[in-house]
C-alpha cells in the first residue's frame, strides 16, 4: 500500500496562486496514477485533475482546465497542483489520491488510497 500526504494548501485572494504537494511513502509511487479531488463543505467530492504513471498523460475538470497544472516526480515520490487564477469557487479541501488500476477516473471510489486532506481558501 502508499501512504499520502498533503501540504501547501492556506488562504489566497482570488486571482492569485497556490501550489500544493502530495508525498507518497510505501509500495513504489510509479506503481499508480494519481489525482487530485477536493470537497466543499456539503457538496461531494469532485474530481479536479489526474495524472498517468508517467506524468506524461494528464485529465483536468472543465472548471480548472486551463488555470490547474498536474504533474509528478517519480524520482521523489511526489505529485503536484499549481493552481492559478484562483477563484472563490476553488475554496475547498483538496485530497490527493491513488489508483492501482486505472487513470484519471472522475469517480472517487475507484481510487485505493487518500491522503488526509489540505485546505484551500480563496477570498474574494
Known amino acids: 500500500q502508499v501512504q499520502l500526504v498533503e501540504s501547501g494548501g492556506g488562504l489566497v485572494q482570488a486571482g492569485g496562486s497556490l501550489s500544493l504537494s502530495c508525498a507518497a511513502s510505501?509500495?513504489?509511487?510509479?506503481?499508480?496514477?494519481m489525482g487530485w479531488f477536493r470537497q466543499a463543505p456539503g457538496k461531494e467530492r469532485e474530481f479536479v485533475a489526474g495524472i498517468s504513471w508517467s506524468g506524461g498523460s494528464t485529465r483536468y475538470a472543465d472548471s480548472v482546465k486551463g488555470r490547474f497544472t498536474v504533474s509528478r516526480d517519480n524520482a521523489k515520490s511526489t505529485m503536484y497542483l499549481q493552481m492559478g487564477s484562483l477563484k472563490p469557487e476553488d475554496t475547498a479541501t483538496y485530497y490527493c489520491?491513488?489508483?492501482?488500476?486505472?487513470?484519471?477516473?472522475?469517480?472517487?471510489?475507484?481510487?485505493?488510497?487518500w491522503g488526509q486532506g489540505t485546505q484551500v481558501t480563496v477570498s474574494s
Open positions: 510505501g509500495r513504489t509511487f510509479n506503481s499508480y496514477t
Open positions: 489520491a491513488a489508483d492501482s488500476s486505472g487513470w484519471a477516473r472522475r469517480s472517487a471510489s475507484d481510487y485505493d488510497y
